[in-house]
């Protein structure tokens, strides 16, 4: 058998290059990289590229790759698809017409850069830099890059993604687990040991709480979907917490089919039970929490007789489920959108963040590892800060009564912030805007036709971007073509191992994310751009942006992309780590090694040393500091005189195979597999509501705003709910104004609004909303007919929510 191993390693390690990064197969040459995106998602994966006359020809997964050990999703393997595409931009374009006629000029990059420049220091010496506002994407591979151009290059401490509400993704479970436990936690799959599933401290978690997430589809941030369901095959039983039946909920123990909006009931049920039935860490609790006490009141009559008319969900499942959670060997939770996209984002975020305390899965094998980003390379946002001056970055939008935001503990700006300064001149007007691959009006703005009416009024915009975008069209005055994944050399990091990726193809003159920056810093502010290439930029990102000079366990972007793989050295391909650092992150029990504190004390990295059950963070901001529910502003029991005229509960945003969020809607195969935007109806909804499966329906609101999907008939959904899909536009049909291509007609977000936020600022209600349905019929007026009419679908106050048609009568719960 011995020799039968040693055979079979000496096998694999000749069939797949073992200890190459490049290497020729025939008339190929075949690059061991990562991709990330774009195209893509949250993952970077290991891949194999094949090239040929400078020309991506086909994408394979690297079986040594220890992230995603040769596994890839479509979206991967149909890259070639999307970096030959025909429709990408191949030159800089300058707006030729008004904007959203749809009429372009080609220039140069030095056209471009010059009245790029010309205008921001023109802006800066007139205006301010504060009045420029920097926009990157979800999931883009440019979360350093473009905060650092913002600040070293703009000078503006007004970063962000754009149209995110209540900073509805995410944020809400950084900060929370943050301020509860010092570190964030993620789901122990083993990816953090080197010999992954063999390795011997490591075990199969004994159940996974799936909650309000798809993992297989939607790979979150830097999380691969796919470790979860090995664990699954490996036995683990799982939990799943979401308003649809998915794939996790098909073969789950427990199924609990949540309102959407009401999360934090369940959870609050949840712990009642542990507490309440004496399940609970008894050791952990005492040695290692702060607030139990407090905790246990807040919880002791939250019942799930309490619970069930609230969530909807049977009290002996969620009394099941608390108690499989606090038996078993492990428990580790995978929490998704959902948990920011209600109005009691931090409530819920605390209460589920408790349930895993208290059952003593913090930092345990199988249970929720505590991480940290590789080398320790935790700056993203805050990235260049100290180049912007004191006086400008106190000029940060930020909301006036979020005390999260004026404890400045979230670095990116505030996004209705910047709405209401567009909208109203206040504390200042907006002179300028730079997108880098965000696509707001098709997915990530509340309120699609507000945000364009908004950005109309900002004198200078520019989008970067792979392809023209509907935002693009609508709003730009020049556009820069972007570089796909294959096309630039990049480095990320998330958690362990930090991962980068090599140039190998170019597309006509698309320039990298990286390059761009890079350029355009050198011109407007090149004392703060030393690096003369982009490998440059990323060695200092992984070096020296830390300590000057590097660390041991550090290394150049060139030794990521290069090293022979091998455990000692901790590289594999291109996902590098130093070997000490991944060690750091393989060691369970952190807290009681004085591995978290900065003074290398047992404990903690929270005021108190210990898990804040009753949250000293949450105090300072003034959130709640123990679990609450807030009921969504529209529901059956907020609004039950709406309720009836509007007798569905809508939620949108969950993920599918082709698609990431706006992206893919111009390939052949992705469109093959989903070529239009579906709406989860269940079957006895659509015999009561007059609709069939495939055919177009309308879902409208209480304000008159709507949006058109087919119907997929499915009992994936209950009786009185719908799931609609987000991010959908149609590169296929006319782009200029006021269609835009399509991306009114069907967009989901039409239906969601600004400003109604959660406390501290945090958390939207744009998963939980009431609507009706009904057939669309030939000769129906579309939404980007009535939004070129009147602007909107109801009229607001700039910088203002729209009015409640009912007054909520049902409001916080603790």
Known sequence: MADYKEWLDELNREAYHDGEWQWQEGDFTVTRTTHW???????????????????????????????????LCMRCLTMPEAVNHPDRLKYPLRRAGERG??????????????EITEKVLKIKEEHGSETIVVVHGTGRNIGWQVPYFASACMQTPNVSTFGFTGFACYLPRMIGTSAKQGDMFIVDAS????????????????????????????NADGFLGHWLVQCVQMGSKVISVDPRLTWWGARAAFWLPVRP??????????LNVIIGEDLYDHEFVEKWTYGFEALAERVADKTPEWAEPICDVPADRIRGAARLIATASSCACQWGLAFEQQIAALGVTESVADIMAITGNIDNPG?????????????????GDEYISKETY??????????INESNIVSCAD????LAAIETGEPYPIQMFWIQSSNALSCASMDPARTRAALMKVPFIVVADPFMTPTAQAVADIVLPVAMSCERNSCRTWWTPVRTMVKVTDFYEAKSDEQICLDLGKRIMPEHWPWETDEEWANWYLTDQLTPGGTEYQRTWWDTVHEPSSPENGCYGTSCNGTAYWEWDATYDKYAKGMLRPDGQPGFNTPTGRVELWSFGFDHWGVDPLPYHIEPPESPLSTPNTFKEFPIILSGGGRSFEFFHSEHRQLPTMREFHPWPL???NPADCEKYGVKDGEWIWVENSRGARFKQKVKATIEVQPGRIHAEHGWWFPEQDGAEPNFYGTYDSNLNNMTEAFRTGQGGIGSAIKSMLCKIYPVQEGDVLPHDVIAEKGDFAAYEPGKPYQVVEEPVVTVIN
């Open 37 to 71: 995106s774009p195209p893509g998602c949250h993952m970077g994966c290991g891949v194999l590229l094949y090239t040929k006359d400078n020309k991506l020809v086909k994408v394979e997964g690297d079986p040594l790759n220890a992230v995603a050990n040769g596994k």
């Open 101 to 114: 006629e749809d009429k372009w000029e080609r220039i140069s990059w030095d056209e471009a850069y010059d």
């Open 191 to 218: 990816q953090a040991h080197w010999d992954r599933y063999a390795s011997d401290r490591w075990q199969v978690p004994g159940v996974i709480l799936v909650w309000g997430n798809e993992p297989i589809k939607s």
């Open 261 to 270: 909006g009401t999360d934090a009931v369940v959870a609050m049920a949840m």
């Open 367 to 383: 249970g929720n590892a505590l991480y940290r980003c590789a080398f320790l390379i935790e700056k993203r946002y805050g990235l």
């Open 394 to 403: 106190a000029k940060k939008l930020i909301p006036q009564t979020s005390g």
């Open 415 to 418: 996004t209705d912030a910047i």
């Open 679 to 681: 709406v989860m109806v």
